[in-house]
C-alpha cells in the first residue's frame, strides 16, 4: 500500500485557518486521498476525500498537487472543536480492500 | 440518525471470562468491521464482515471471533481474554459498493482485562 507522511502536530489558534500537509509520493492513478479525524475519545470521522481536482465541504477543503505527490487539508477557520487527530488516508478506487490503513497523523491542537 | 453504537462504553473485567463487545448500525450497511486503538500501534483491523454470514481476518484477529447473523449487528467475542487485549475498540460499517463510501465509527468500548 502507498504510504503517507504527516508531521507529528500543529498549533493553531481559534478562527485561524489550518493547513495540514500530507505527502504521498508513491500514489498510484487510482489512489483517492482521504481525511479522517478523530476527536478526543470518540471513533474516527470522515471529512473529506478526493482523486485530482480541488475538494470543499461543509467541513474542510483538501488541495491536490498537480503531480499527486503531496496534498493539503485546509481549515478554513478553526474552531476548539477541531482539536483532534487528523489521518491521510490512500484508497485505491480498484480495491477490495475496504480496511482503512490509518498512521500516526497529525494531533492538531487548537488555542482560543 | 444515522449511527453505530457499541455496548458497553466502558468494561473492567478478569482473565479468562467470556465477554461480547455489541455493535449494531442503523444505516444498512454491508461492511462491518472491528479496530483495536492501542497507544503507539494506532488503529489496527481485527476482523471485518462484507455481509451477513460473510466474515473474514484482519490483521489482528487472534484471540477475537465475530458473527454475523444479522445485517445490523456484528459483535465481537472474547472467548478467553488476556491482559494484552486490555484496549480501544471501535466497530466501523460503510456500504460496500466501493472504496470510495464513508465509513461511520462507532463510540469506542474501552476494555480492561485484569
Known amino acids: 500500500d502507498a504510504k503517507t507522511t504527516q508531521p507529528n502536530s500543529m498549533e493553531s489558534n481559534e478562527e485561524e485557518p489550518v493547513h495540514l500537509p500530507c505527502n504521498h509520493s508513491?500514489?498510484?492513478?487510482?489512489?483517492?486521498i482521504h481525511w479522517y479525524r478523530q476527536l478526543p475519545s470518540q471513533g474516527p470521522e470522515y471529512v473529506i476525500h478526493?482523486?485530482?481536482s480541488n475538494v470543499n465541504n461543509r467541513m474542510a477543503s483538501l488541495a491536490i498537487a498537480e503531480d499527486r505527490k503531496s496534498s493539503t487539508l485546509i481549515l478554513h477557520r478553526a474552531t476548539l472543536r477541531d482539536a483532534a487527530v487528523y489521518y491521510c488516508?490512500?484508497?485505491?478506487?480498484?480495491?477490495?480492500?475496504?480496511?482503512?490503513?490509518f498512521g500516526a497523523g497529525t494531533t492538531v491542537t487548537v488555542r482560543a | 440518525e444515522a449511527q453505530v453504537t457499541q455496548n458497553p462504553r466502558y468494561l473492567i473485567t478478569v482473565t479468562g471470562k467470556k465477554l461480547t463487545v455489541t455493535c449494531s448500525q442503523n444505516?444498512?450497511?454491508?461492511?462491518m468491521s472491528w479496530y483495536r486503538q492501542d497507544p503507539g500501534l494506532g488503529l489496527r483491523q481485527i476482523y471485518y464482515?462484507?455481509?451477513?454470514?460473510?466474515?473474514d481476518k484482519g490483521d489482528v484477529p487472534e484471540g477475537y471471533k465475530v458473527s454475523r447473523k444479522e445485517k445490523r449487528n456484528f459483535p465481537l467475542i472474547l472467548e478467553s481474554p488476556s491482559p494484552n487485549q486490555t484496549s480501544l475498540y471501535f466497530c466501523?460499517?460503510?456500504?460496500?459498493?466501493?472504496?470510495?463510501?464513508?465509513?461511520?465509527f462507532g463510540p469506542g468500548t474501552r476494555l480492561t482485562v485484569t
Open positions: 488516508i490512500l484508497r485505491g478506487i480498484s480495491s477490495n480492500d475496504y480496511k482503512l490503513s
Open positions: 444505516m444498512n450497511h454491508e461492511y
Open positions: 464482515s462484507m455481509n451477513v454470514e460473510v466474515t
Open positions: 466501523a460499517s460503510s456500504v460496500a459498493s466501493g472504496t470510495l463510501y464513508e465509513q461511520y
Open positions: 478526493g482523486l485530482t
Open positions: 508513491t500514489i498510484s492513478g487510482t489512489d483517492y
